[in-house]
């Protein structure tokens, strides 16, 4: 609806995001009268990005690598960095590789794979129920999102078939949630978060598992943070996954591979 709201009101709803602390209201402004169907349906948007509701859910989507991901309220908004552990996996896997989504949130990792590897089986899970929901609508036709805690949500049929294992598990230390924008601290789930004491709790649980339902060569692929990222390396190798280290400076993002000994093993 572009075109039908006047220019003063744009530069109102400029000033009242820039107010509220949104550091882009400029762009804001536009992607909320263009997401508008009317007057007051805008209204409502603005109102709820000034509170301070992150813009993704404002807007019902977030771009993530390349793709327009479907957004509900309370679900985790996909991070800029995350690209990074796709770009990963996209080098590890190949023809037909079985791909499972772990901790999904929204299904962006499972999507944004799905939509470039030659014909994988795609999998995602997560123990929230919206944001499953959220996820099944980002799936393309033939993947499938499933409920539950970690790998107890998988089905059997997947134990020692996985190559790639994404996960984008919760990592921030409990005691620095806090200091979290409000936008992630009151908005998004506390589940998809609360990483523990030292932000691990979660990880750990997922590499003690990792090895029985990779395939032979089958790789974790592990979002973490760079101070975070030894001691997940270290996990790794405790529980029998080679491990190795990548970073990227410009999304300021690291990632932890551990793959499992066997045929297809990379160094």
Known sequence: MT????RFAVEEIVARLRGAGCVFAENEA????????????????VAERADGLPLEQVLGW??????????????????????FLVEQAVALAGRRAVVVDLCCGSGAVAAALAA??????VHAADIDPVAVACARRNLPAGGAAHEGDLFDALPGTL????????????????????TMPPEAR????????????????????????????LAPGG?????????????????CARHGLVPRVR???ELDATVVIGTRAGQGTQP
């Open 3 to 6: 075109g039908s709201v006047p």
């Open 30 to 45: 536009d992607l909320l009268v263009r997401a508008a169907s009317g007057p007051a349906e805008l209204d409502a948007m």
């Open 62 to 83: 977030a771009e993530f690598h390349g793709l327009r991901i479907a957004m509900a309220p309370g679900v985790f908004v996909p991070r800029r960095r995350t690209g």
């Open 116 to 121: 470039v590897l030659d014909e994988p089986e």
């Open 159 to 178: 134990r020692g078939r996985i190559a790639i294992l994404a996960v984008n598990a919760p990592y921030v230390p409990t005691d620095a949630i806090a």
């Open 186 to 213: 009151l908005h998004e789930p506390r589940v998809a978060l609360d990483g523990g004491s030292d932000g691990l709790d979660v990880q750990r649980r997922v590499i003690a598992a990792a090895g029985q339902w």
């Open 219 to 235: 790789h974790l692929l592990i979002e973490t943070g760079r101070s975070q990222a030894p001691h997940t390396a270290e996990a």
């Open 247 to 249: 970073t990227s400076e």
